[in-house]
């Protein structure tokens, strides 16, 4: 999936986008609006990114994941080089010692990111604080031609580049979670 950044200050024309983009079969899960002003995207009825998602808090869990993971094998490298292993208690410790590092790092890298913004927006960061709205559509190859054509109706937009989507299964899934709610 690719997804396609737009900029543009009209929340209206925004809110005709979002309903010709579901009406020709691309689905709300693959759409978000991106914005400081959040009241008035709400007011438009358009799907804005969650607050989760608005913080650095997956890419800094990635990176504490990775120290934890380093930090884990260097106690089992430890142990075993100086033969800690031969107790009575084995490799239970070190194991145990291993995966609490592991848990602790990705969830203070998370706790980090809480504190900085996406990375993935800082590219818009200007715009947004100029008061602008960043639109941006996940499409599958199929869709970019429907995507295209839509968009050339709407003038107002900014083509603000293009990047990797979210993966098809995660976009499944919120579908999923979406229906479901739905139902209840």
């Not at 983009?21 to 804005?48: N, P």
């Not at 927006?121 to 190859?141: I, M, Q, S």
């Amino acid at each position: 999936m690719n997804r396609h950044f737009y900029i543009s200050d009209n929340l209206d024309d925004l809110e005709k986008l979002e309903g010709e983009l579901e009406a020709c079969g691309i689905s709300t899960e693959q759409i978000h609006v991106l914005s400081e002003r959040d009241a008035e995207v709400e007011q438009h009825h358009l799907h804005d990114v969650s607050s989760v998602m608005k913080q650095d808090v997956v890419h800094s869990g990635q990176i504490g994941s990775l120290i934890g993971f380093a930090l884990a094998a260097l106690v089992v490298l430890l142990a075993w080089l100086n033969d800690w292993a031969n107790t009575a208690a084995g490799w239970i410790p070190f194991i145990f010692l291993a995966a609490v590092l592991i848990g602790f790092s990705i969830w203070e890298g998370s706790l980090f990111g809480l504190q900085k913004p996406n990375t993935a927006f800082k590219h818009f960061a200007e715009p947004l604080h100029d008061g602008k709205h960043l639109f941006f559509v996940d499409v599958k190859p199929t869709q970019e031609t429907i995507l295209s054509q839509i968009v050339a109706y709407h003038p107002g937009l900014e083509l603000a580049g293009v990047g990797a989507a979210s993966p098809d299964w995660a976009v499944a899934l919120q579908q999923r979670w979406h229906r479901f709610r739905q139902m209840i």
